[in-house]
């Protein structure tokens, strides 16, 4: 990984980690916010890993376990895909440093992290296997449309790669407090990145992408969304937005954009006020 860069004008090195690679989280937040995104990315400001978060992780880590044994031909039962949860548990914690305030909510976490996992497993049960798992794929950033080296890399780690009709399906697994509309917007970001990734990688187009979400109600529903692949349109908008995400970079510009997003922000305590 590069630890220093020129700037893209070449004029002089540049020490922060930001401009080692782009990923779709890093242009979210600072679509989002640039002034959160410079708080955490530059300034490195780290907030606490919160329960939801923390859930996300686990139930991450059950679902790469199962599909990473049917990919070498192994159907592992739902509880047995549990067990080996639980047995990883542990050092999931030590991994980000995770505390509760109680015993009590620890293990009612857990539950739940085991509940979502087995409502998936339930439903999935008689999908083929899977042709890459937890992926990291890392490509230079090329303009498929004008041939323009950005001179940084584009890095995502692809949750689940299936064989579909018409190719492969790139899927991304995410938690959930509820149901949410399925605006493809939302995830344009992301997804256009995938698409650029496999496509970069394959040298092959996406069949499609699907969003899998694990819906956290007290009955767990999982929600597919499918989108086709990336139109010509959608991937010239997310090279748009790469550019003025590194102009804003090269400036060091980083406008606060304050709105209702503020109340869920890491860093609404003020300390966005400070940056």
Known sequence: MISTAPDRNGVQERSS??????SPSRLNTWLKCPIAFKLRYIDGIRSPTTPSLFLGKAVHAGLECSYRHKQVGVNLEPSDVIQRLDACWEALLAEDSMTFASNSDEIKLKQQAAVLVAAYLAQLSDEPAPMAVETTLEEPLVDPFTGEDLGIPLLGIVDLIVPGEDGAVVVDFKTAAKSGPPTEKVHEVQLSAYSYLYRATTQQLE???????LIKTKKPKIEYREYPARTESQLRRFFQIVRAYLDDLDRGRFVHRPGFGCTMCDFSDGTCDEG
């Open 207 to 213: 069949s499609g992408l699907q969003i899998r979400s």
């Open 17 to 22: 980690d930001v401009w080692s690679y782009i």
